[in-house]
């Protein structure tokens, strides 16, 4: 909740997605199909809620900037002849903001913990490649604004590298800030929601998101 009051005070709606969890005996598509619906809801009813229909964004830390990482790669224009009107509209994000994100599922740089909540403890190869969001960047990817640790001990410094080199490779712009000091896990650099506190990749990215005409 407390990236949404952020979010609020840079004057932009934030919205809190309670997705379906491992730890409730879901895997996935499950999490991803309810990120892609909240997506289409905002769009859907973003008149009503006085939303630029234009401007909806998503944004995640560690294994919620994975979901996000996997909207941003797999999202799709929507199913115009569904009987659903809220199935009709784009799941695809204008923007993604990533904090510390889990963007792979090798072996070698993933978090191990949460590839096993995803697709278990033997998943295919093609389920790990599907699922490595670093393999399935396209030029139509939104732009990202990135930021990690390289004392981050939960999730390896090179999962936000790998994604912006594929976002380089893609031509998406995008921006990667890597910090020396920090653990796995600092929000916003404080836990009871304290303006002096922030840390400065808030700055950054309030400045980045202004630029998107956020």
């Not at 978090?111 to 190869?125: D, Y």
Request: hydrophobic share 35%; charged share 20%; net charge negative.
């Amino acid at each position: 909740e407390h990236y949404a009051l952020w979010l609020n005070q840079q004057g932009i709606a934030g919205i809190v997605l309670k997705y379906r969890l491992a730890s409730g005996g879901y895997h996935y598509p499950y999490m991803f199909y309810d990120v892609s619906r909240a997506i289409r809801y905002t769009k859907y009813m973003s008149k009503e809620w006085n939303i630029d229909h234009n401007r909806i964004g998503v944004m995640g830390s560690s294994a919620g900037g994975h979901l996000s990482s996997l909207i941003l790669t797999h999202f799709d224009n929507g199913k115009i002849d569904d009987s659903d009107p809220i199935e009709r509209q784009s799941s695809r994000p204008d923007l993604g903001i990533l904090c510390y994100p889990v963007i792979s599922m090798l072996p070698e740089i993933g978090h191990a913990g949460c590839r096993e909540a995803l697709i278990g403890k033997e998943p295919s190869q093609e389920m790990v490649k599907l699922l490595s969001s670093e393999f399935n960047v396209k030029a139509d990817t939104p732009p990202c604004f990135i930021w990690h640790t390289y004392e981050d001990e939960g999730v390896k410094v090179e999962n936000s590298i790998v994604f912006a080199e594929a976002l380089s490779k893609a031509r998406v712009p995008f921006e990667l800030h890597i910090y020396e000091k920090g653990h796995h896990g600092l929000g916003l650099g404080s836990g009871n929601y304290d303006p002096s506190k922030w840390l400065p990749w808030t700055v950054e990215c309030s400045r980045w998101l202004k630029e998107r005409g956020f």
